[in-house]
């Protein structure tokens, strides 16, 4: 049994540069500047099977085999992954719905599933040899790469908006970050991170610029197979900003089918969710674009969805076509009333991102779209307690 079946990088475009080799330095493809992907040999990987998952310890590195390490290196983890995946009964009965469903990633390390691409990013930092890492933030990727550089014992540089929440910046120097405020959004931090870094050398942890920020993200998709006993929800609603999430399910969906551990043709229908202040994805889907540009004066309290342009935005937008999924808007009022309906009735702790997919819910039952009798996972990205002043 191998430990590793990663062979290479790869352009997400189709320009054809590559294969790029695993332990190179690179970040975006070096021909058309869009992200690269980890690959795998998926072929030889078909020898490894589910089943020696189950002494496995319950976090995002029982899926190491298809992780974008080599064999040998030793991932940088706090134990994050394997959350639960909540049966909303309440919730799903006050919506009317048979089997709703959460994936409550609020118990990851620093209170937000940035910890799945932050573990697996540093873990290959680390690998390279790195001793800086850098990355602009809206704030969660922010506190989950400082947790994570200091135990991997590195130095770890953050670029963060001004008006960011108190609690994200106080976070990062907790972990001993060093925090640079940015007076603009995600979009100004990560130009500004970028010409600071260069001179440096410092190692880019940013989406989509690090193959382990979707690679992370991705084992969300092993995850709810192997919780649901191999077999996929129908919907899955997903508040979107970067698209990791996204992206990295449906890979993960289309490696399992590829190693035999899902049947094909079983795929969920992938729902983006955006608020009406930021919502280039859904704009773009609507006008039947390929790519979705730089949405203008971007603005929400949902700090994570607050992303004008994504870098990957072809790569959403041909996750939703293909899977037959849409793409839905929500007010900030709306989306808060739903960080404290999921309090109130299931108990859970949600972001202002996680109310943002159970406002997109109620749009989609509304519509007709999602049905009664259908099986519905509802990501809540991340925790309640950085937010506690919009509840006030
Ligand atoms: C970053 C973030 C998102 C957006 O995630 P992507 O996978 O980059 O689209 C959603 N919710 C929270 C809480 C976040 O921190």
């Known amino acids: 049994m191998a430990d590793s079946y990663f062979t290479h990088l790869e352009c997400s475009s189709g320009c054809g540069a590559g294969p790029f080799d695993p332990r190179g330095l690179h970040f975006l493809c070096p021909s058309c500047k869009l992200p690269m992907l980890a690959r795998y040999d998926l072929t030889a990987a078909r020898a490894w099977k589910r089943e020696s998952l189950a002494g496995r310890a319950p976090n995002m590195w029982r899926y190491r085999e298809l992780m974008p390490l080599l064999a040998g290196d030793a991932p940088v983890t706090l134990g994050e992954g394997f959350t639960p995946l909540i049966h909303a009964t309440r919730l799903g009965a006050s919506l009317g719905l ?20 932050l573990s697996a990013a540093i873990s290959r930092a680390k690998a390279l040899h790195a001793e800086t890492v850098y990355l602009p933030t809206a704030g969660n990727a922010g506190n989950a790469a400082a947790a994570y550089a200091s135990a991997a014992g590195m130095k770890c540089e953050v670029f963060i908006p001004r008006d960011a929440k108190q609690p994200f ?20 931090a990560g130009r500004i ?75 969920p229908k992938m729902v983006t969710v955006q608020p009406e202040g930021c919502q280039p994805i859904v704009s773009a889907l609507e006008r039947g674009e390929q790519t979705a540009g730089t949405w203008q004066n971007a603005h929400s309290v949902a700090d994570g969805l607050r992303v004008p342009r994504a870098i990957a935005d072809f790569l959403i937008l041909k996750t939703i076509r293909e899977s037959d999924g849409t793409a839905v808007s929500v007010t900030d009022t709306q989306l808060v009333d739903d960080m404290k309906t999921m309090g109130r009735l299931e108990g859970v702790s949600a972001s ?41």
């Not at 049905?371 to 919009?390: P, S």
């Open 193 to 267: 991170a970028t010409e600071t870094a260069k001179p440096h050398g410092w190692y880019e942890v940013a989406t989509f610029r690090e193959v382990g920020r979707c690679e992370g993200k991705k084992t969300m998709g092993y995850e709810l197979a192997e919780q649901l006993n191999w077999t996929l929800p129908d919907w899955i609603v997903y508040p979107t900003g970067g698209g990791t999430g996204m992206v990295g399910m449906w890979k993960a969906f289309a490696e399992m089918e590829a190693i035999g551990w899902l049947a094909a043709g079983q795929r």
């Open 98 to 117: 048979d089997r709703l469903l959460i994936k409550d990633e609020s118990l990851n390390p620093t209170n937000s599933f940035k910890a799945r691409g």
């Open 352 to 392: 202002p991102e996680g109310g943002a997919s159970l406002s997109a819910l109620r749009q989609l039952i509304a519509d007709g779209r999602i049905k009664k009798h259908e099986t519905i996972v509802l990501f809540n990205t991340g925790g309640a307690l950085k937010y506690l002043d919009l509840l006030r």
């Open 169 to 188: 910046v106080d976070e990062c120097r907790l972990y001993g970050a060093n925090v640079t405020l940015i007076d603009g959004l995600i979009t100004d």
